[in-house]
């Protein structure tokens, strides 16, 4: 969002530096149930996100939906920044994901918080602290750039996005956006940055990665034909609206030079079906600059496009700033929302998220349709067992033979390949190291036959 208000505010507590161990859910939520979200195609070629517990198959999609922090520069906003404030959220709006829109630069806000590039400790903790509570909610947590300028920044934007991989990357919960909201620059521009941040995220993870577009995200159509440059092909391009100041379908009575007077909407449908996955990571109720009251007739209309392509979203902003688009109330806490007009009409559209989930475990995609395209699936034998814990493939077999042994990527690729001489009994074997995600084991003895999903955190 384009933020256009200044205010004067007292600086909020400090936050104190805290070690996190490996993290655990405290519930079953859309992350197990969906697992690692995949930018893939349907039959028809059209750019969907799906999950990597059922893979890339028609009917498969997957839309989650939730809110943005607003920026982290003020406490009406830090508030949020919490683990009590991402609970409450979980508990009382079902939320399935959240934004944390970290300020990236020299940000100081009279009082308020500074950015990253003024002190970088404060910013990587309130990340650090939503992206656990996150987890621990097993919920998706974005975690945003959230610059204007990021093409001037990349060298910040590499280091933080490296840590950030390397710490969280493991976590299916885990999306990484790049560049929140690219002004009136060219797509080359952006792609040069984004090939750059991808490639230090993809040293640890292969997480789904999020990329602006230009002019504020309203032309998600511009990489058609010159995508970002990611080696897992596990990325999707950003679409932004604000209800009141945008149009879902159709063109504008006006166009401009270089990206046409197409609505944003129709450059999104464009962009899907071109093959693109687009992902709507901003969109509020009112105004473009935060302001105005929502029009409930145009926040439908987007509603229904977004349902229709099962597009997921992150509404502006969860705070009580003095803004029309805040969710809530001054007043509100992190334990306790009170709702804006805004904030009850977004909780309305929250309102049709599952409430509870089941646990994909490490079910595998039956359908040859899956993400493992070129992959046949067959049924497991009987008394013929394989599971793989810390890198190490655990094998009980009835016969002897050579037993081959692959392991693919959640996104189809052969990541590990040999072959066994081995007797009945038991095994061990180590499968190598492997960077963190989701895998697929299989084993062929003869006639025998065991496949199972695992994952390397």
């Known amino acids: 969002m384009r933020f256009t208000t200044a205010a004067t505010l007292a600086l909020a507590a400090s936050l104190a530096t805290t070690a996190f161990a490996q993290i655990t859910p405290t519930r079953v939520g859309p992350v197990s149930q969906y697992g690692q979200l995949m930018a893939g195609k349907n039959s028809q070629g059209k750019g969907q996100i799906y999950g990597s517990c059922e893979g890339v198959k028609d009917g498969a999609e997957v839309q989650v939906r939730g809110m943005s922090l607003y920026w982290s520069l003020m406490p009406q906003a830090v508030e949020y920044w919490s683990e009590e404030g991402v609970s409450t959220m979980v508990r009382d709006m079902n939320i399935q994901i959240v934004r944390a829109a970290m300020a990236t630069g020299n940000e100081d806000w009279n009082n308020g918080y500074k950015g990253y590039g003024s002190d970088p400790t404060t910013q990587m903790n309130l990340m650090k602290t939503v992206v656990e509570a996150a987890i621990k909610n097993d919920i998706y947590v974005i975690i945003d750039w959230h610059s204007h300028n990021a093409n001037e920044q990349t060298n910040s934007a590499k280091d933080f996005f490296s840590k950030m991989a390397q710490e969280y990357g493991k976590y299916d919960n885990v999306i990484f956006e790049l560049f929140n909201e690219p002004t009136d620059v060219s797509w080359n521009t952006i792609k040069t940055y984004a090939d750059q941040v991808v490639s230090a995220i993809r040293e640890h993870s292969d997480n789904l990665i999020l990329v602006g577009t230009p002019k504020w995200d309203q032309n998600p159509h511009a990489p058609i034909g010159n995508e970002v440059n990611d080696p897992k092909k596990n990325t999707a391009y950003t679409l932004h609206y604000y209800a009141n100041s945008h149009c879902w379908s159709g063109s504008y009575d ?33 105004n473009s600059d935060g302001n105005g009251n929502p029009d409930q007739s145009r926040n439908k209309s987007w509603q229904d496009y977004m349902n229709k392509h099962k597009l997921s979203w992150a509404n502006w902003s969860a705070s009580y700033i003095s803004e029309g688009t805040a969710a809530f109330q001054n007043g509100s806490s992190k334990t306790s929302l009170q709702y804006t007009t805004s904030g009850n009409l977004v909780k309305g559209y929250l309102s049709s998220n599952p409430t509870t989930y089941k646990a994909c475990h ?4 039956e359908s040859s349709s899956s993400v493992f395209d070129a992959i046949p699936f067959y049924a497991n034998s009987d008394r013929f067992n394989a599971s793989v814990q810390n890198g190490t493939l655990s094998l009980t077999s009835t016969a002897s033979g050579v037993a081959n042994i692959q392991v693919f990527d959640m996104l189809g690729n052969t990541r590990v390949q040999m072959s066994k ?35 390397v955190r």
């Not at 990206?259 to 009112?286: H, I, P, Q, R, Y």
């Not at 490490?362 to 995609?365: M, R």
């Not at 960077?435 to 994952?455: H, M, T």
Request: with cysteine.
């Open 254 to 286: 006006w166009s401009d030079p270089t990206w046409g007077g197409d609505c944003e909407g129709t450059k999104g449908e464009k962009a899907m079906n071109a093959g693109l996955s687009v992902f709507v990571s901003e969109w509020g109720t009112a």
């Open 362 to 365: 490490d079910a595998v995609p």
């Open 421 to 455: 001489q081995l007797g009945s009994g038991s095994h061990s074997i180590a499968l190598g190291t492997l960077p963190a995600g989701s895998y697929l084991v299989r084993v062929q003895q003869g006639a025998n036959l065991s496949q199972v999903r695992f994952q």
